[in-house]
């Protein structure tokens, strides 16, 4: 990973449509022939398996990985606001389980449900806005899909 952010260098996921939006410029598709087109956006939908999550709710340090803690696989920014997980759906691929956000993001305090370790005091105080989900390596991501989001539309996309 060649980025950096505010949890440090990785590649940054996160379970919200609206925060990795704030990462996206449209552009211009051109038909043949025509030299003006359609305002569009490029999205990932990214399957990422997390293993064991490293959970900070702060900047600054120790908050400037390069990789994950020892005894971690990924490193999380639990966000004040997040799809509620008891609402997550749950697919196979592969033959693995995995979890899709299905809510719109709310307060955490307002969850039936909690991820582990996070207390709802903590996630109110947590100087992230959304959840930030890092990996450090290249094959702990796939992309599952690629979406065109027509941005000409008067919303956020």
């Known amino acids: 990973?060649?980025?950096?952010?505010?949890v440090g260098k990785g590649i940054y996921l996160a379970d919200c449509q609206e925060k990795s939006a704030g990462y996206c410029q449209a552009?211009?598709?051109k038909s043949s022939g025509s030299s003006s087109g359609a305002s569009c956006?490029?999205?990932?939908l990214v399957e990422a398996p997390l293993g064991v999550e490293h959970t900070v709710t702060q900047d600054g340090p120790p908050s400037g990985f390069t990789q994950p803690p020892q005894g971690a696989d990924s490193v999380v920014a639990r966000g004040c606001i997040a799809p509620d997980l008891a609402q997550d759906a749950e697919l196979v691929l592969d033959g693995h389980a995995v979890k899709v956000p299905q809510a719109a993001p709310t307060p955490l305090g307002q969850h039936k449900r909690l991820p582990g370790g996070v207390t709802a005091s903590a996630a109110a105080a947590s100087s992230f806005g959304h959840n930030?989900?890092?990996?450090?390596r290249e094959?702990?991501?796939?992309i599952r899909y690629v979406l065109l989001l027509d941005s000409d539309q008067d919303s956020d996309y």
């Open 41 to 44: 956006t490029v999205m990932f």
């Open 139 to 142: 094959d702990q991501h796939r």
């Open 27 to 29: 552009s211009r598709l």
């Open 1 to 6: 990973p060649h980025s950096g952010g505010r």
């Open 132 to 136: 930030e989900f890092l990996v450090y």
